[in-house]
């Protein structure tokens, strides 16, 4: 047999023999086991790959203790790092842990918890056939009604897809799919599960950011990113708003009446993917 630390066959006994690299100790010279090094395992060094383990001195594997180095120092085992899934396709504004709250209300809009959606680019629109001046919707919904007041000069992209889908019928019968109390709501998608929605302009639409903002009732596009609007929007429903938002997402009006319908929706009961476990519905109307 041979030793398990630096394989010198056992008869052999020279007189001092070198400790290997990574032994405990050196073997105390003696005449009865002045030749057999010791045992204990050499602990695998750091940077290296593959599993560390230390031997016993019977020879068995001794899965928890740690192996020490020629200076005496012992190393500690290295652990495996665990993985982080990406999203879940969904765009949605993510609030942020409660004990960085008094810092950021929540985290930026993203898509959820999977691989983020392909947004198809999409060419600048014929400025001539942008909105100016400010308009007006009223959000009809299931709890009450909310008035809107919209900035084209501020967000002609952002205005004139939210009027046109509002006139053509898009909002009508969806729901807030997605509500946060002390945060904000979010609908704007057909297939009521986060992950739809388009713009009248055949892709996703650039970021317009403006002066306007991101207080309590501020009306903004919710993205996947920079330059992936398309249908989905929120109103931000915190007291202090949501300023981390600011230079992320794309304000382009306000909540004029109906801040207690904002906050009647905001309080509903929701499941655990912050969709109220009673549809909260709506239909966009335009106002004169």
């Known amino acids: ?11 052999s006994r020279p007189p001092r023999p070198p400790a290997p690299t990574g032994c405990r100790r050196r073997p105390a010279p003696g005449p ?7 045992r204990a395992a050499v602990c695998r060094p750091r940077g290296s790959a593959g599993p560390w383990r ?3 001195r019977r020879g068995r594997r001794s899965r928890g203790r740690r192996g020490a180095r020629p200076d005496g120092t012992r190393c500690a085992p290295i652990r495996r790092a665990g993985s982080t899934g990406a999203g879940d396709g969904r765009l949605y504004p993510r609030p942020v842990s409660p004990a960085f709250r008094s810092w950021f ?3 930026s809009v993203l898509v959820g918890c999977a691989s983020d959606p392909v947004v198809e680019p999409n060419p600048e629109p014929d400025p001539g056939l942008l909105l100016e001046g400010t308009h ?3 959000l009809a919904t299931s709890l009450g009604t909310i008035d809107l007041e919209l900035y084209a000069d501020d967000a002609p992209k952002a205005v004139t897809n939210f009027v046109t889908h509002t006139n053509d019928g898009y909002y ?6 997605r509500v946060i109390d002390d945060f904000m709501i979010q609908g704007g998608d057909p297939t009521g599960t986060g992950r739809g929605g388009e713009s009248i302009y055949g ?3 650039n970021d317009e950011f403006n002066e306007l903002g991101m207080a309590r009732g501020i009306l903004a596009m919710a993205n996947a990113g920079p330059d992936t609007n398309g249908s989905q929007f929120f109103i931000v429903q915190a007291a202090g708003g949501a300023p981390h938002l600011i230079g992320k997402h794309t304000a382009f009006g306000k909540v004029t009446t109906g801040l207690d319908v904002l906050d009647a929706i905001a309080g509903v009961a929701t499941d655990t993917n912050d969709r109220p476990l009673t549809p909260v519905t709506f239909t966009a109307e335009p106002l004169p």
Do not use: N
Request: with cysteine; charged share 20%.
């Open 1 to 11: 047999m041979r030793c398990v630390a630096c394989r010198r066959p056992r008869g």
């Open 32 to 38: 009865s086991r002045s030749g057999r090094t010791h």
């Open 54 to 56: 230390s031997w016993s």
């Open 105 to 107: 209300l929540c985290a």
């Open 136 to 138: 007006h919707v009223r």
């Open 172 to 177: 009508t019968g969806m729901v807030f799919h």
């Open 203 to 205: 892709g996703a639409f």
